[in-house]
């Protein structure tokens, strides 16, 4: 019986990713959901207590690839030396290359189709926990490296957070090819790499 149920929770997200995607949340309908999905409109709050709730599941994926990432480039625990080498352009931008492509559609969900949801203002979220993660990145590099200069303002790594999203933001919106979505990766990794370089003299 559990297994009917996963079954059928997980058909009601898979047409409820298609909808949001051609509605937005705003126009989507709960209604149409439950009856492409095969399920009782009464039934699908047995599911989800609500189209917000549902929403989100939806997206909860690329929302966790998101923060995970985050806590790999700036989690106290990581070294800056080490986010500082040559080799990080490579890395950090083929990273992000397949986490966009793979990622494609929720992405186009959570950026242009949340007006009117929970999710509506997550850019601001993510890029506010974004600023309080590199501030504690630094001050523990600064125990880790006490020549390193550490004396960058909240507001410069607040827009640096904003630039990054606002980046793959637009290279979603343009659906950039994959070698152009590739290049300007990696000239936005050179930048930010020697632009951290340069701001904290290391």
Same mark, same amino acid.
């Given at each position: 019986?559990? =297994?009917?149920?996963?079954?059928?929770?997980?058909?009601? =997200?898979?047409?409820?990713?298609?909808?949001?995607?051609?509605?937005?949340?705003?126009?989507?309908?709960?209604?149409?959901?439950?009856?492409?999905?095969? =399920?009782?409109?009464?039934?699908?709050?047995?599911?989800?207590?609500?189209?917000?709730?549902?929403?989100? =599941?939806?997206?909860?994926?690329?929302?966790?690839?998101?923060?995970?990432?985050?806590?790999?480039?700036?989690?106290?625990?990581?070294?800056?030396?080490?986010?500082?080498?040559?080799?990080?352009?490579?890395?950090?931008?083929?990273?992000?290359?397949?986490?966009?492509?793979?990622?494609?559609?929720?992405? *186009?969900?959570?950026?242009?189709?949340?007006?009117?949801?929970?999710? *509506?203002?997550?850019?601001?979220?993510?890029?506010?926990?974004?600023?309080?993660?590199?501030?504690?990145?630094?001050?523990?590099?600064?125990?880790?490296?006490?020549?390193?200069?550490?004396?960058?303002?909240?507001?410069?790594?607040?827009?640096?957070?904003?630039?990054?999203?606002?980046?793959?933001?637009?290279?979603?919106?343009?659906?950039?090819?994959?070698? *152009?979505?590739?290049?300007?990766?990696?000239?936005?990794?050179?930048?930010?790499?020697?632009?951290?370089?340069?701001?904290?003299?290391?």
């Amino acid at each position: 019986m559990q =297994v009917i149920k996963e079954d059928k929770r997980r058909s009601i =997200v898979r047409v409820a990713t298609s909808h949001f995607k051609k509605y937005g949340f705003l126009k989507a309908s709960m209604r149409d959901i439950a009856k492409e999905a095969g =399920v009782g409109v009464g039934n699908m709050y047995n599911y989800f207590t609500s189209k917000d709730e549902l929403f989100r =599941v939806v997206v909860q994926p690329v929302i966790d690839v998101a923060y995970a990432k985050l806590e790999e480039y700036h989690g106290v625990y990581r070294d800056i030396k080490d986010s500082l080498e040559p080799g990080f352009i490579d890395y950090g931008s083929e990273s992000m290359f397949q986490i966009i492509k793979k990622n494609r559609m929720l992405l *186009e969900i959570l950026f242009f189709k949340a007006q009117g949801s929970s999710l *509506e203002h997550f850019d601001e979220e993510f890029t506010e926990r974004s600023t309080e993660c590199v501030l504690k990145w630094l001050d523990k590099n600064k125990d880790l490296h006490p020549e390193m200069n550490s004396n960058i303002s909240r507001f410069s790594i607040h827009m640096q957070s904003v630039f990054m999203f606002t980046l793959i933001r637009e290279m979603v919106m343009h659906r950039l090819p994959d070698d *152009e979505m590739r290049k300007v990766l990696q000239e936005y990794y050179q930048l930010e790499i020697f632009g951290w370089r340069e701001l904290t003299r290391m």
